[in-house]
């Protein structure tokens, strides 16, 4: 799992393309726990992440499970991509994504292929319960929601 230590920047999230309609759709800036990962694409300097997500609600069905409602897919689509940090296999449960603005520039030391990730910069990172982990930087994020049955 990665190490981040932060927490989401909820300003930076609602001002992003669709970002606050992802919080009006899941009634708050999203964790994204136990969403899964559905896609991954890279190409051409953009990433297109897709998560399978849900808001976990706090009632219980008959069998005492929390209820789940407001599924959805959600694609956060980033442009200019910097850097890519990623970790473990192909199949992900996500326990925690996080979105914020670089304050710094990230050290070119870490970076052996290219030039590294600078401050203004916005950084994606995902932990996971099972899976793919890591970081994402660019400098452009937008999202689509797309509302699914369950």
């Not at 909820?10 to 001002?15: D, E, G, P, R, V």
């Not at 051409?44 to 219980?60: C, P, S, Y």
């Not at 660019?138 to 797309?146: H, I, R």
Request: overall charge negative; glycine content about 8%; aromatic content about 8%.
């Amino acid at each position: 799992m990665s190490s981040s230590n932060w927490d989401n920047d909820q300003n930076l999230f609602a001002s992003l393309t669709g970002g606050q309609a992802i919080i009006d759709w899941f009634g708050s800036c999203p964790r994204f726990h136990d969403a899964s990962l559905e896609r991954l694409e890279i190409a051409n300097g953009n990433v297109h992440l897709a998560i399978r997500a849900f808001r976990m609600t706090d009632e219980l069905d008959q069998q005492r499970r929390f209820i789940c409602d407001r599924h959805a897919l959600v694609v956060l689509q980033m442009s200019g991509v910097s850097g890519i940090r990623l970790h473990g296999s192909a199949v992900s449960i996500i326990s925690d994504l996080k979105i914020r603005r670089l304050t710094a520039d990230e050290a070119a030391s870490n970076w052996e292929t290219g030039a590294a990730p600078v401050k203004g910069e916005i950084e994606v990172t995902f932990d996971t319960s099972i899976g793919l982990y890591g970081s994402i930087y660019s400098k452009e994020l937008a999202f689509q929601l797309q509302p699914m049955p369950i």
